[in-house]
């Protein structure tokens, strides 16, 4: 039985396992096939693998120096499949990018400074690049802290991510179509991407409050086969052709904000179950669509006045606080920088054992 040096590791609310490159075959073939049986694939409870048996537990990174000079690292995530074979490496994933910097450090990849490193890690999947600030006392990575965010327990040291680049990451415009609203299957949504392809409507538009529980709207069979009309209607308009077997793009129902301190409340689907938060780049999208006049976001959002706006995105489980910088200056509001704040912890190292190696 083979084995493969790996790492598993918290980024922000999703899990994974984390390889160096080199660790793994360089023919995409054979390591989607490696992958599979690291995570326990095709199977609901992922029981013969290492994966969570969730969306949010089957995830990957592979992690190299950067072939890119303006770059330290480079990071490819892979969404495994749990029910079917299938590993995608279209989608960012802003939780497991938390991980990455500490784990190029622990892995020798990057000389930790005292008492803060700052890592530029390059997204392959979309050649989003982002700036990211690990806490290194001493030139050791610092887990412990008092960062909290939502939907993680306790508390952790804090992972500043800063994206640069963002926009048009999977689509290749933040508004694929050009339109701030499109109506698609018929419902006025806005077809964005500012780091992962969402499709943001208001929950009001199909008919729910956009504030149901988590499980209440898992449930819901009628809503989530009328936002797969939805979402498959919306894959050829935002370049992304047939997404029947994608992950992109998702879904985000919008509704007002429910606390005095909120901005938006969301209900995310990643694509088909409702997600117990929300994932970083889908924040960090619909805090965008906030910001266009005429979206359905803008439409019972709560927006920060002046070009710096730091917005609290509700979710099932909490809040998610994303700062946007935006320009005016040329009529329809662009984003130019976006930044979050995240934690990562390491869980164990070790060998991950293989049932077959040969692709």
């Given at each position: 039985?083979?084995?493969?040096r790996?790492?598993?590791?918290?980024?922000?609310?999703?899990k994974?396992?984390?390889?160096?490159?080199?660790?793994?075959?360089?023919?995409?073939?054979?390591?989607?096939?490696?992958?599979?049986?690291?995570?326990?694939?095709?199977?609901?409870?992922?029981?013969?693998?290492?994966?969570?048996?969730?969306?949010?537990t089957s995830?990957?990174?592979?992690?190299?120096?950067?072939?890119d000079?303006?770059?330290?690292?480079?990071?490819?995530?892979?969404?495994?499949?749990?029910t079917?074979p299938?590993?995608?490496?279209?989608?960012?994933?802003?939780?497991?990018?938390?991980?990455?910097?500490?784990?190029?450090?622990?892995?020798?990849?990057?000389?930790?400074?005292?008492p803060?490193?700052?890592?530029?890690?390059?997204t392959?999947?979309?050649?989003t690049?982002?700036?990211?600030?690990?806490?290194?006392p001493?030139g050791r990575v610092?887990?412990?802290?008092?960062?909290?965010?939502?939907?993680v327990p306790?508390?952790?040291?804090?992972?500043?991510?800063?994206?640069?680049?963002?926009?048009?990451?999977?689509?290749?415009?933040?508004?694929?179509?050009?339109?701030?609203?499109?109506?698609?299957?018929g419902?006025?949504?806005?077809?964005?991407?500012?780091g992962?392809p969402?499709?943001v409507?208001?929950?009001?538009?199909?008919?729910?409050?956009?504030?149901?529980?988590?499980?209440?709207l898992?449930?819901?069979?009628?809503?989530?086969?009328?936002?797969?009309e939805i979402?498959?209607?919306?894959?050829?308009?935002?370049?992304?052709?047939?997404?029947?077997?994608?992950?992109?793009?998702?879904?985000?129902?919008v509704?007002?904000?429910?606390?005095?301190?909120?901005?938006?409340?969301?209900?995310?689907?990643?694509?088909h179950?409702?997600?117990a938060?929300?994932?970083?780049?889908?924040?960090?999208?619909?805090?965008?669509?906030?910001?266009?006049?005429?979206s359905p976001?803008?439409?019972?959002a709560?927006?920060?006045?002046?070009?710096?706006?730091?917005?609290?995105?509700?979710?099932?489980?909490?809040?998610?606080?994303?700062r946007?910088?935006?320009?005016?200056?040329?009529?329809?509001?662009?984003?130019?920088?976006?930044?979050?704040?995240?934690?990562?912890?390491?869980?164990f190292?070790?060998?991950?054992?293989?049932?077959?190696?040969?692709?």
């Amino acid at each position: 039985m083979d084995s493969i040096r790996c790492m598993m590791m918290r980024g922000g609310t999703s899990k994974g396992a984390y390889f160096l490159a080199d660790d793994l075959p360089a023919d995409s073939a054979a390591r989607d096939h490696i992958l599979l049986q690291v995570m326990g694939s095709p199977d609901a409870r992922q029981v013969d693998g290492i994966g969570g048996a969730h969306p949010l537990t089957s995830k990957v990174a592979i992690v190299s120096r950067s072939k890119d000079p303006a770059c330290d690292i480079d990071f490819l995530f892979c969404q495994v499949g749990i029910t079917e074979p299938l590993v995608d490496t279209t989608p960012n994933c802003g939780n497991i990018l938390a991980g990455v910097a500490p784990f190029a450090i622990e892995r020798g990849l990057i000389v930790a400074k005292h008492p803060e490193t700052r890592v530029k890690v390059k997204t392959i999947n979309t050649g989003t690049i982002a700036d990211i600030l690990v806490q290194t006392p001493q030139g050791r990575v610092a887990y412990g802290g008092a960062a909290r965010i939502d939907g993680v327990p306790g508390t952790a040291a804090p992972v500043a991510i800063d994206f640069l680049d963002a926009a048009g990451s999977v689509c290749g415009s933040l508004l694929p179509t050009g339109n701030t609203v499109d109506r698609v299957a018929g419902i006025d949504v806005t077809l964005i991407d500012n780091g992962m392809p969402v499709i943001v409507l208001s929950a009001a538009s199909v008919g729910r409050t956009g504030y149901e529980p988590r499980d209440q709207l898992d449930k819901d069979k009628e809503l989530k086969a009328r936002l797969e009309e939805i979402r498959l209607a919306a894959g050829p308009l935002m370049t992304l052709g047939d997404v029947t077997k994608k992950v992109v793009p998702k879904i985000a129902l919008v509704a007002p904000p429910q606390t005095a301190s909120g901005h938006i409340c969301t209900r995310s689907f990643i694509p088909h179950e409702c997600h117990a938060s929300i994932g970083v780049f889908a924040a960090v999208t619909v805090a965008t669509a906030c910001v266009l006049p005429g979206s359905p976001a803008a439409a019972v959002a709560r927006v920060p006045a002046g070009p710096v706006k730091v917005m609290s995105v509700e979710h099932p489980t909490g809040e998610f606080t994303v700062r946007l910088e935006v320009d005016d200056s040329g009529g329809q509001p662009v984003v130019t920088r976006a930044g979050l704040l995240r934690t990562a912890r390491a869980l164990f190292d070790g060998r991950v054992f293989l049932r077959d190696a040969a692709a």
